[in-house]
């Protein structure tokens, strides 16, 4: 018998009601090898190539690349592990070169991989983490650190923060050094074929353990759907529910980026559609394609465009799929559709998460509506010189941190009222709206040379002494206020943007100020 050694592997679990014959990609020809009292090894032929510099680089060289034997072969293999479990009979695939490739991604269990580090590594021993910050623009970032470390030590948000992987030092030698995975589980182990059904029994023991959740029970809140025939069932019900018209509270269209409002003069459906339209609004899209068959197809075909009021042509333009933002029940678990990506919400945490916004603080400030044909800075300074109480620091950046700046506010009133103000949009819009708030209420509490030059903007009319003193936060109040043609008294925004003004509220009331909330109704004009 030969000896157990080390070797790499990236391994998958296979959901239950998958047949071995069906894990592997139909159009995928390979070699079957059975392995007795093993498992059934597929190795796809590899292609020869010479290396394409070969061609790119020396395109008029004569190079026998045959006669100095330069190619290029990348070999592919899925080995298939049947294992007895608790659960009854459970398919591995171990996958070896470019064996990744071969599986059909239906046929695997999501998230397999990185429960399964979770349980495996010790949660002092972390050495890596990859995230999507749901907070602003969704952006995916991998951390590392010098040492090995826990998850405060990554500056992880727990609310904001969904962490697609990460790597640990493992707390068993015996499965492995380091591991790390996502849907497939990675690391060095001193494994082969004659071991190798015990250690993928002890593997997915540790995929159905719970123990994880004593270190990282957050961080279940939020996950990242891949798999495409659930993405496919919920992709048909949200078409569905805009075919039957149930679309009034959970399925709305949205602006998916923030734009620049001073030379948007509307929106307009489809490049030789003439109407231009106030805002993104579903029944107009509707109204616009009536004749059409409204499909999953068409809406990433369509085209949302945001039209500019000094010239004759499109400023933006998206595909109305990733304007699309949705809150689908399915089989009993709650999915959010936000900017093209479908994630799956922990259901305590997600009416959490609403109850906290159902009672946010209302602000009492008597703001005018918003004509529909204003933009934000034309509303703001509307405001400012139609009313004494407040002047308008929109547009008036304040230099922090040698190379940032920003926007104290957008309106500040005589009774300390610190207000920002953005027309509605998808989560990336109303989040920059959140985080400003956050950052400026900071420097306005901490940094002596912000606060200097915010003496300047402001006139001593609407502050009775120097902000460069020490001030009192809880004597401000930090609204956020939202441009919205809905009817409806309470404005609904996307999940995300709830998390993030929940976020933004604890850390300004952690600092002491007032926070509350305003929708600014914007309309026609008389």
């Known amino acids: 018998m030969a000896d157990s050694r080390i070797n790499k592997l990236s391994i998958y679990l296979i959901k239950r009601h998958v047949l071995v014959g069906d894990v592997l990609k139909k159009k995928i020809q390979a070699h079957k ?86 349980n495996l590594v010790e949660p002092k021993a972390l050495k890596s983490i990859s995230k999507k910050n749901m907070a602003l623009v969704q952006k995916n970032s991998r951390e590392n650190i010098g040492r090995e470390g826990v998850f405060s030590d990554f500056g992880v948000d727990i609310e904001q923060d969904l962490i697609q992987s990460l790597v640990g030092r493992v707390k068993d030698r015996i499965f492995g050094s380091t591991a790390t995975g996502r849907d497939s589980l990675h690391l060095s182990v001193d494994v082969n074929m004659n071991n190798v059904k015990e250690r993928l029994t002890d593997y997915y023991k540790a995929y159905k353990s719970e123990e994880y959740k004593n270190n990282f029970s957050w961080i279940d809140k939020i996950k990242e759907i891949s798999n495409r025939t659930l993405i496919l069932r919920l992709n048909e019900k949200v078409v569905a529910a805009i075919r039957e018209q149930k679309i009034v509270e959970r399925i709305w269209l949205a602006i998916p980026e923030t734009i620049n409002w001073n030379d948007v003069v509307g929106f307009k459906y489809g490049n030789k559609r003439e109407t231009v339209y106030p805002d993104l609004y579903l029944e107009d899209f509707k109204g616009v394609f009536a004749e059409e068959n409204i499909d999953l197809d068409f809406l990433k075909r369509a085209n949302a465009y945001c039209v500019s009021a000094s010239k004759e042509s499109n400023l933006y333009s998206w595909k109305v799929y990733k304007c699309l933002y949705a809150e689908i029940e399915d089989e009993g678990s709650k999915y959010v559709l936000n900017s093209g990506k479908w994630y799956l919400i922990d259901l305590e945490f997600f009416e959490a998460v609403l109850d906290d916004y159902a009672n946010f603080p209302i602000s009492d400030l008597l703001l005018p509506d918003c004509p529909k044909d204003m933009n934000e800075l034309q509303y703001n300074k509307w405001v400012a010189e139609n009313n004494e109480n407040y002047i308008c620091l929109d547009g008036s950046n304040i230099i922090y941190d040698v190379h940032s700046s920003i926007e104290f506010c957008d309106l500040y009133s005589l009774n300390k009222k610190i207000i920002y103000i953005k027309r509605f949009g998808n989560t990336a819009v109303l989040n920059n709206l959140f985080s400003q708030g956050v950052i400026a209420g900071k420097l306005f509490l901490s940094d002596v040379s912000f606060k200097k030059k915010l003496d300047i903007k402001i006139p001593e009319s609407h502050r009775k002494e120097s902000f460069s003193k020490k001030i009192k936060s809880s004597d401000y109040e930090i609204v956020f206020g939202i441009i919205s043609s809905s009817d409806k008294e309470f404005l609904q925004i996307s999940f995300f943007s709830k998390i993030a003004l929940r976020s933004a509220r604890k850390m300004l009331e952690a600092f002491g100020y007032n926070v509350s909330f305003k929708k600014i109704k914007s309309r026609e004009r008389d």
Do not use: H
């Open 33 to 118: 090898i059975e392995i007795s009292n093993c498992g059934i090894l597929f190795i796809a032929e590899s292609k020869i190539n010479p290396p394409s510099w070969i061609r790119s680089f020396f395109p008029d060289a004569e190079i026998d690349f045959e006669k100095f034997k330069i190619f290029n072969s990348y070999p592919s293999a899925v080995f298939l592990v049947v294992i007895n479990t608790e659960d009854g009979e459970r398919i591995f695939a171990i996958t070896f070169g470019g064996g990744w490739q071969m599986i059909d991604k239906d046929a695997i269990e999501e998230n397999f991989g990185f429960r399964t580090t979770l």
